[in-house]
């Protein structure tokens, strides 16, 4: 799972250059990788509170960024947002509100608006359900230090509705 989710990240995310912050961090093994075993919706929270304390407990140089990785749950999609809306609501209720943030990406994800075959929506499609766990300091770096930060979800629109629905399958699944 773990090497299924590195090859998504490198060839799909960066290959594509659909984030242009998350090369860095893979090129310096500071990407955290967990697998979560657990199939309940319940659990998988728990787990993933777990994990949201024990990141911002390490090293922000050492692990910048994280993958918390969600086999064997979570497979329809509005359990999986039941789950990021809790966890978004216990981030504030850590106070790790400005510390750390979440992002999503499901096998099946679909954006408000979108038609499931819309390519707009496999900025955010992965191999599994995960939540990206992000540090916030580090995200301000980035966005700092990259131009026209603001321009990233529209060229990620172009590449992929360039790339066509059968390349970016082809490539998703790798």
């Excluded at 893979?26 to 990141?55: G, H, K, M, T, W």
């Excluded at 140089?61 to 999986?80: K, Q, S």
């Excluded at 106070?95 to 943030?101: A, E």
Aim: proline share 6%.
């Amino acid at each position: 799972m773990v090497a299924r989710t590195h090859h998504w990240l490198q060839d799909f995310v960066v290959g594509l250059g659909l984030c242009p912050f998350a090369n860095e961090p893979l090129q310096r093994n500071c990407v955290r990788f967990q697998v979560c075993q657990q199939q309940s919706s319940d659990e998988i929270f728990a787990a993933l509170l777990d994990e949201l304390e024990q990141f911002v407990s390490l090293d922000a140089v050492a692990v910048e960024t994280g993958l918390f990785i969600v086999p064997n749950g979570l497979a329809v999609f509005d359990d999986y947002l039941s789950v990021l809306y809790a966890a978004e609501d216990a981030i504030q209720r850590m106070h790790l509100q400005g510390v750390i943030q979440l992002a999503s990406f499901h096998p099946v994800y679909c954006f408000k608006g979108a038609t499931v075959d819309d390519p707009v929506n496999y900025t955010n499609r992965s191999p599994y359900p995960m939540f990206h766990v992000l540090r916030e300091a580090s995200l301000d770096q980035a966005l700092r230090a990259y131009p026209n930060p603001e321009r990233i979800p529209e060229r990620n629109i172009e590449t992929l509705t360039a790339l066509g629905l059968a390349a970016i399958r082809q490539r998703l699944e790798g």
